[in-house]
């Protein structure tokens, strides 16, 4: 609730929404709209961050347009949270501490408090999109329990009804080959909700100023280019 009461303030919003899709799309046009605001005001600043942050802001509306084209054809949850996860505001967030870092002053003080603005939204989407990760694996793993119980009992007792009169039935009938393919349903299953979860693990494991594996070259700010 205190989150939610913050970020109210802060994109001076009486209710933001409550599911994924619809905060997503509120804080992404928010912050857009703030960095196309900072970059009207940079325009009396030098020619050096005027491209940089120029090309930072091109990047941010290529990134925005794309989230935003993916959640108008999500079908499913993992569809949805996919969507969310491509939208990296890590990389976002290094850039502009960067361009800060590099130019100093040359920016002016209004343009560092829109700039600090910029920061925070990006950091609450950060911990939304953290929050709706929980959300999700919570819910993957709770649908999975439910379809195990759902797929392995009537396979279990399938098996069980075969073995007992296997001794009848040929080897080459189509029972047996019928149940040696349902006996791999359980483990198939398995098996699509761990990618899934795996997918969505590694993709989203960096947060904010720090970043774990083969991802750490891709933050700018944090490692050098």
């Known amino acids: ?7 109210e303030s802060v ?7 409550a599911d994924a899709t619809g905060l997503v799309r509120l804080l992404s046009g928010d912050i857009l709209a703030r960095a196309r605001e900072l970059e009207d005001d940079l325009a009396a600043a030098d020619a050096d961050i005027r491209e940089a942050f120029g090309s930072y802001v091109d990047r941010l509306a290529v990134e925005t347009g794309e989230t935003n084209e993916r959640l108008a054809d999500v079908t499913d949850t993992f569809a949805q949270f996919r969507a969310v996860m491509d939208y990296d ?22 343009a560092d408090d829109r700039i600090d603005d910029l920061l925070r939204l990006l950091q609450y989407f950060a911990t939304a999109r953290e929050y709706f990760k929980t959300l999700y694996l919570r819910d993957e793993f709770a649908r999975l329990s439910r379809d195990l119980v759902v797929t392995m009992v009537p396979t279990t007792a399938a098996l069980a009804v ?15 080959a019928g ?17 899934r ?4 693990t590694r993709r989203t494991q ?5 970043v774990a594996g083969e991802r750490a070259g891709d933050i700018r700010g944090i490692t050098e280019e």
Do not use: C
């Not at 994109?11 to 929404?17: G, R």
């Not at 075969?162 to 047996?176: K, M, R, T, W």
């Open 206 to 210: 960096g947060a904010g100023q720090f």
């Open 179 to 195: 149940i040696e393919t349902l006996a791999f349903l359980p483990f198939v299953l398995v098996a699509s909700y761990v990618l």
């Open 197 to 200: 979860v795996a997918v969505v």
């Open 162 to 176: 075969v073995l007992h009169f296997l001794n009848g039935i040929p080897d080459s009938h189509l029972v047996v």
């Open 89 to 110: 505001q890590d990389r976002q967030i290094n850039d502009l501490r960067r361009i800060r870092g590099e130019y100093g002053d040359d920016h002016g003080e209004g």
């Open 11 to 17: 994109v001076d919003d009486d209710h933001v929404p």
């Open 1 to 7: 609730m205190e989150y939610r009461r913050n970020l």
